[in-house]
């Protein structure tokens, strides 16, 4: 049977926390699919849940403060790995997924040296002998720009600088050859140099390994060259989706807008503003009942605040959720990112017109 295109396909995923101030519900109803050998991104602000679906999907989410709400479905290959047993989550984090973290300090064993900790997962993950693994584990630490790799093998976690760290990580990861790489926050401590040569091997080895990858991230300057899809998340949902195209060229989503205004453009060197946006994500201990980014959103109507939106379908699977694109919402420019567009009532805006949709009082500010 031919393999699907699509290796994970996560559906109406719900984590909540229960703290001594009651429940947070940290990701609520967030659906995406990452397709076989390409690369997505989730990005937000820190807390939106991004990190939190990471865990997620890695089996991570530990209870009895985490929760994984029932009727959420993580389908690995077709299978719903949240029914898995603890034997087939360790078959799976070892055999099939792997996750690269910001803080590779925590994630190494400090008493191992480096390379004997790439050698284990050789030796458990691609049944290699002791020397055959030595030998890789050294290509490996080559292959992620590790100079002097032999003597490095040798060496602890805490003898190695920041970015040398992350590019054991990435070794680590790789060296298990998994189908699916979640890489959370790989770049956030490093500076930008090395922030732009670290993607450069994760990009690299990812090609050569046909490997899916999940990139989260805070920044969505970083995933420009290394995702095909974005998934924008806020508060817990995904609020718009789409190729990096439409994201940074057609984005629909006034969240996203203010996002893409907080990267920097080499192009327009000093004459950019770097956009903060004002005021706080909402507290998910009471998540509003509208729109997330209505307390902070310079468009909100009177339904912002009473109805959740629902997708508007602009084609090739770009969709936002936002009630600018009702149709009976007033029209709005979009702010220039390139090429200046109207956000118009498009023939597709008629899906948001769900059952309850707004009066046009509602939809006027
Ligand atoms: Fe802003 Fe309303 Fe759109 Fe939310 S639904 S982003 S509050 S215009």
């Known amino acids: 049977m031919a393999e699907s295109p ?9 984590v909540s926390y229960h703290t001594y101030a009651g429940e947070v519900k940290a990701v609520r109803g967030v659906s995406f699919d990452v397709e076989r050998g390409r690369a997505i991104a989730i990005v937000g602000e820190s807390g939106c849940g991004k990190s939190v679906t990471a865990k997620a ?5 530990k209870g009895p403060q985490g929760e994984i709400k029932q009727g959420s479905e993580i389908l690995y290959n077709g299978e719903n790995i949240l029914d898995y047993t603890s034997k087939q989550w360790q078959a799976y984090r070892g055999d099939d997924c792997a996750i690269i973290f910001q803080d590779a300090l925590a994630a190494l064993n400090p008493t191992m040296r480096v390379g004997k900790q790439i050698m284990e997962n050789l030796i458990a993950h691609r049944h290699m002998s002791k020397d055959e693994a030595k030998a890789e584990a050294i290509e490996m630490l080559r292959r992620v720009g590790i100079p002097e790799p032999e003597k490095r093998f040798k060496q602890y976690p805490h003898q190695f600088s920041g970015g040398m760290r992350q590019r054991v ?42 490997t899916s990858v999940i990139m989260i991230t805070h920044d969505l300057g970083v995933v420009a060259n290394i995702a095909q899809t974005i998934a924008v998340m806020y508060s817990g949902v995904i609020v718009e989706r789409g190729t990096s195209e439409d994201i940074f060229y057609r984005a629909r989503h006034p969240y996203t807008w203010a996002l893409i205004e907080s990267v920097p453009r080499l192009d327009l060197k000093n004459k950019q503003e770097l956009a903060s946006i004002p005021g706080m994500p909402p507290d998910l201990l009471n998540p509003p009942a509208g729109c997330p980014f209505s307390t902070r959103c310079k468009y909100c109507m009177a339904i912002c605040k009473e109805k959740m939106p629902a997708f508007t379908d602009f084609g090739n699977g770009h969709t936002a959720a936002c009630w600018l694109h009702h149709p009976m919402a007033p029209k709005v420019d979009m702010p220039d990112h390139d090429s200046p567009t109207t956000v118009a009532p498009a023939a597709e805006a008629a ?15």
């Open 6 to 14: 699509t290796i994970l396909k996560v559906r109406d995923l719900r």
């Open 169 to 210: 990580m990435i070794a680590i990861a790789f060296a298990c050859d998994p189908d699916l790489l979640i890489c959370d926050e790989p770049t956030t401590a490093l500076d930008v140099t090395i922030q732009s040569q670290i993607l450069d091997i994760i990009k690299d080895l990812q090609r050569e390994h046909d």
């Open 351 to 365: 899906s948001a017109a769900t059952d309850g949709a707004p009066t046009e009082k509602e939809v006027s500010r």
């Open 57 to 61: 999907i890695m089996g991570l989410i």
